[in-house]
């Protein structure tokens, strides 16, 4: 699913014609809260789109953390042209296995992660405690009709004997978890008819 061909495609998309509607939210969210030097933990991180608009915006160094060995190629070398590779650091795995290795960052970020992962609560949970000040989340929306499109998806998934899955987790369960985890919102917007952007803060930060 997440192989060389398609980290390849999606950084040519990319530089064409810049980060998606529902990142280019999240980062407009981001921006307005103010990431100069800021760190940045981009969870998920792909090509790296995330780490690369907000190194341009002012952010002092990201760090990503990708399971996919392609998207970490491509990552790199999109870092490279754009001048930034002294100014972020790769790790290649699973976040949740990974997190007690990576270091907490102002900014934390999981763009389009949680619908391919299935423990939510451990997901959210261990990279809520890596956010200092802010934390962003791009997923899809709780709703019917995407709940009955991901069945449909995960059933073609099975006939084509794939492994990968997708999964939808209720906008109430993510937002419990985040609070636990002393985090507070600060913005949930619908992005388009499947996404949802949702920024949260540590108030005592």
Not at 51 to 59: K, P, S
Request: glycine share 8%; charged share 25%; net charge positive.
């Amino acid at each position: 699913m997440f192989g060389e061909r398609t980290a390849q495609q999606d950084l040519r998309r990319y530089r064409r014609r810049g980060p998606s509607t529902p990142t280019r939210m999240l980062l407009e969210a981001l921006r307005r809260e103010g990431i100069d030097d800021a760190t940045v933990l981009d969870i998920g991180g792909g090509i790296g789109a995330i780490q690369q608009e907000l190194l341009d915006a002012g952010a002092g160094h990201a760090t990503s953390v990708e399971a996919s060995a392609a998207y970490v190629r491509a990552a790199r070398e999109e870092a490279e042209r754009r001048g930034h590779s002294a100014r972020v650091t790769y790790q290649t795995g699973d976040f949740v296995a990974l997190a007690d290795r990576v270091p907490p960052a102002d900014v934390v970020t999981l763009d389009r992660v949680l619908c391919c992962y299935p423990d939510m609560e451990s997901l959210v949970g261990r990279s809520a405690d890596r956010a200092q000040r802010l934390y962003g989340l791009v997923y899809p929306r709780d709703t019917w009709w995407i709940a009955f499109g991901f069945r449909l998806m995960n059933l073609m998934m099975r006939v084509a004997r794939r492994a990968f899955r997708v999964h939808l987790h209720r906008t109430s369960a993510v937002d419990a978890v985040a609070r636990e985890h002393g985090l507070t919102p600060r913005l949930t917007r619908r992005a388009g008819p499947i996404w949802q952007v949702a920024l949260y803060a540590r108030e005592s930060a």
